[in-house]
């Protein structure tokens, strides 16, 4: 059929053309809007510029058709073969493309916002400068293809294989890449903020100065993979494999890498402020030194020696325990729960729970944090339900006032200013009087990220349950089993603890 037939039946008001064979046609800049072309043979066809927008395109064969600028909004090309095509500025927003093939198709500068391109075929196309915001990528093929600076923000590319695809530029914001394949990809440059890579495999693929902030990159496979410059601040690496990636001044302030393993890793220069040194496989490491600073501007430069740095990050948990010399039951549990739901209202520090190791005579509430400068502060805060809470908090406050921080100092105050408020709510009272658990004597432990123990308050009561004991000897019961005195561990002791806090800078040398 020529070209003026169809324009003919066309303005006529036919629309079912499906299956018809135009093989190098030339309908360059006509308007074809609501047309039915499926399953038509359209290759090397001219449709530059034309309007088939809404058109009905599934399973035609437009290979090397030339579409550049063509109107193809919200068009059906499920299934559809485009390969080689020229889409070059095309407006295909809005289009179903599922299962189409565009292997080295043209599409720079395309408008693809919103389309549902899943399970397509797009390997070695060219994408560069296009739209893909909100586009639907699901499993499709874009291995080797050219992203450079495209658009794809908030685009699901779940489980999509990018292998070797230059990315570099590209903005990613809040897209979905969960479990996708970006090996050796280019991402330099990349703006990923937000983006959920769980999962993802990014072995050797290259990330430097990218923007990774707030990126969820859980489980991401990331071995060999350069990260140099790149931002990843407040980022989730839980148990990604980073073993020998480049970090080298990397932005990691706030990240939260437990379980990841950087075995091999190289580390100098990188920002580490606020972030947590547990839970990691670091043997092999390269780190000549780190950024301590809280903004990251290298006021607080530390240069290690290599078993510094072994040290730096082989450290434990540090942890607030509670010992209660009881048992606890349902109705101890529940009260518990309320109190510290009470406390967790008004200091938002503590609303993580506690660890609860409950045996048949003894109790062990266990508070696990990242930063030890919370320690005394969290241990004041927590003991606040028991009986035991004045003489462990007065402990505390002359323990601090060993302590020559002012950060802990600061810290300890404004605990202490929440703990007046949370003292006068009467649901608070109500719920620890009621307690009897809250009667009991108590141990408080804290443990430093040196393993370092520092014992707080052992009450003297504490273990000893032999009723009478002291009426056969003939003294009175408060000779032996006493209240509650202020009882400070040796001053050594506190320095040896305080050492352990201070790690870093006793392994450390300050670059001025």
């Excluded at 927003?93 to 408008?111: K, N, T, Y």
């Excluded at 932005?251 to 950087?262: P, Q, R």
């Excluded at 509670?322 to 109705?331: A, C, E, N």
């Excluded at 009723?467 to 561990?489: F, H, Y």
């Amino acid at each position: 059929m020529e070209p003026q037939e169809i324009i003919k039946r066309y303005a006529a008001g036919v629309r079912d053309f499906a299956g018809i064979k135009l093989s190098e046609v030339n309908l360059s800049q006509v308007n074809l809007s609501g047309i039915n072309l499926s399953g038509a043979d359209l290759s090397i066809a001219n449709l530059s510029g034309t309007n088939l927008s809404a058109a009905n395109l599934s399973h035609a064969k437009l290979n090397v058709a030339k579409l550049n600028s063509a109107h193809l909004s919200g068009a059906n090309l499920n299934g559809a073969d485009l390969n080689v095509a020229n889409l070059i500025r095309a407006d295909l927003s809005g289009a179903q493309l599922m299962q189409a093939a565009l292997i080295r198709a043209e599409l720079m500068r395309a408008e693809l916002s919103g389309a549902n391109l899943a399970q397509g075929n797009l390997n070695g196309a060219n994408l560069r400068e296009a739209k893909l915001r909100q586009a639907n990528l699901v499993s499709a093929n874009i291995s080797e293809a050219d992203m450079r600076g495209t658009s794809l923000v908030a685009a699901n590319l779940e489980q999509a294989n990018l292998r070797e695809t230059n990315l570099s530029d590209a903005d990613l914001t809040g897209a979905n890449l969960r479990n996708a394949e970006l090996r050796q990809a280019d991402l330099s440059h990349a703006k990923l903020i937000g983006a959920d890579l769980s999962g993802a495999n990014l072995r050797w693929a290259d990330l430097s100065d990218a923007n990774l902030k707030g990126a969820d990159l859980s489980g991401a496979k990331l071995s060999g993979a350069n990260l140099r410059g790149a931002d990843l601040s407040h980022a989730n690496l839980i148990d990604a494999s980073l073993v020998y990636a480049d970090l080298t001044q990397c932005n990691l302030i706030g990240v939260d890498w437990t379980g990841s393993d950087i075995s091999g890793a190289t580390l100098t220069g990188a920002k580490l402020y606020a972030v947590s040194r547990f839970g990691l496989k670091t043997e092999g490491i390269t780190c000549e030194w780190v950024d301590l600073s809280p903004n990251g501007d290298r006021t607080q430069i530390f240069r290690f020696t290599p078993e510094a740095s072994e040290n730096f990050f082989h450290q434990t948990l540090p942890t607030v325990e509670i010992l209660i010399d009881s048992g606890i039951d349902q109705d101890a549990h529940l009260a518990l729960a309320l109190a510290y739901h009470q406390i967790a209202h008004r200091y938002p520090d503590l609303i993580q729970p506690p660890s609860i190791d409950a045996g048949p005579r003894r109790t062990k509430l266990i508070f696990r944090m990242t930063s030890e400068a919370k320690l005394f502060s969290t241990s004041y805060v927590a003991i606040l339900p028991f009986k035991d809470a004045a003489v462990t908090q007065e402990n505390l406050v002359h323990l601090v006032q060993m302590i020559e921080s002012e950060d802990i100092r600061n810290v300890l105050n404004q605990a202490m200013e929440k703990v007046k408020e949370i003292k006068t709510s009467p649901t608070f009272s109500r719920i620890v009087q009621r307690g009897k658990f809250f009667q009991a004597p108590t141990q408080t432990i804290l443990t430093n990220s040196g393993n370092r123990t520092l014992d707080v308050h052992h009450h003297p009561n504490f273990g000893k349950r032999l009723v009478n004991l002291t009426a056969g000897i003939g003294l009175p019961p408060s000779s032996l089993i006493g209240g509650p005195s202020l009882n400070l561990p040796p001053v050594s002791i506190v320095v040896n603890f305080i050492k352990g806090l201070n790690s870093v800078a006793s392994d450390a040398t300050k670059i001025q």
